[in-house]
């Protein structure tokens, strides 16, 4: 029972603290938004009269004093309404969305890139330090981490595309539609599009993943736990993954979880390089174009995005580490 109540709580604390950080993204929207021109202006253009722009403005409310606009803002978010486009004549939320699926698919194959690599490379280069391997490995990350990520996707292009001509160098392929979702996980096609930007975005955190792993190793072999092991026979591999991997995991789930941030940050360039029809792709068309409903409409939609993934970390935190109590996870 008291376990019970220990968890609830925790989960009540944690939805008070993300209610508190997305009114604070939506005081830092609402002020964006005020900040980067006269909607008025943007949305009827130059050859309307002042009179009518004020007309206008009076319809909209933007007359206001700005505490009651805020308090209109607010109302209208709660409801999910943050305003319409003026690319493209609809609701925010529902343009952003429909972006979401390729943004998300390009954060996701980078991330099953990151671990399919940095695990076992940060793993041999703990347990064997002393061989040729890991030192190559340390050093290519050394390197990936002092290469921009564009550079990176114009170097995939130039040799994958351009010379091999193995793989698209734009777009994202052939999709597919399961409902509202559209995907190109599910065709020959879409997965080709995808191989290039989700290698160079993972680009970016491969290599801190990889030097992170080998640490979190390096520290759980010096453990009393783990000489115990070896002390009872255990084989080398039952010691360096059913042991010492599990507890290593741990600081790679937390800074995971805030690396999400990071990834979604760079695919702003990654899209860009690749023309990958994404929600990153689509906030750098609204900056161009001063679409400033749909730049403040992303900033939030992220923001949400930052409060899930940190609070699905948390939980995924306690699961992998009974020693972490529900106090400590705050």
Aim: hydrophobic share 55%; proline share 5%; charged share 15%.
């Amino acid at each position: 029972m008291g376990s019970l109540l220990s968890a609830l709580a925790f989960l009540a604390r944690r939805f008070f603290q993300a209610l508190l950080v997305m009114l604070a993204i939506l005081v830092i929207a609402f002020a964006v938004r005020e900040s980067l021109g006269d909607p008025v202006r943007e949305f009827t253009g130059q050859v309307v009269s002042e009179s009518e722009r004020a007309e206008l403005r009076k319809e909209l409310g933007l007359d206001r004093p700005w505490p009651v606009q805020f308090a209109d803002y607010l109302g209208r978010a709660a409801q999910g309404d943050l305003g319409t486009s003026f690319i493209y004549k609809k609701p925010t939320v529902a343009v952003v969305l429909a972006k979401f699926p390729a943004s998300f698919e390009l954060v996701l194959g980078a991330s099953l890139i990151v671990l399919l690599f940095c695990v076992p490379a940060g793993v041999y280069c703990a347990v064997r330090p002393d061989r040729l391997g890991a030192r190559l490995v340390l050093g290519l990350s050394v390197l990936g981490i002092s290469i921009p990520v564009f550079v990176t996707g114009i170097v995939l292009i130039t040799v994958f595309s351009v010379w091999l001509g193995w793989l698209p160098a734009f777009g994202r392929g052939q999709t597919v539609a399961i409902g509202p979702w559209t995907t190109g996980l599910l065709t020959r096609d879409g997965l080709e599009h995808l191989l290039l930007p989700a290698l160079t975005l993972s680009s970016i955190m491969l290599p801190l993943f990889v030097r992170l792993v080998r640490s979190a190793m390096l520290g759980e072999l010096g453990h009393d736990y783990v000489r115990t092991a070896w002390a009872k026979g255990a084989s080398p591999l039952r010691v360096w993954i059913v042991h010492a991997l599990r507890n290593a995991l741990l600081p790679l789930v937390a800074v995971g979880g805030l690396q999400v941030g990071t990834l979604v940050a760079y695919t702003l360039l990654t899209e860009t390089v690749f023309q990958w029809p994404g929600m990153g792709f689509l906030f750098l068309e609204a900056v161009t174009r001063s679409d400033i409903p749909l730049i403040t409409t992303y900033l939030v939609l992220v923001g949400l995005l930052f409060v899930v993934v940190n609070t699905l970390v948390d939980l995924l935190s306690l699961a992998l580490d009974p020693r972490v109590s529900l106090e400590g996870a705050r």
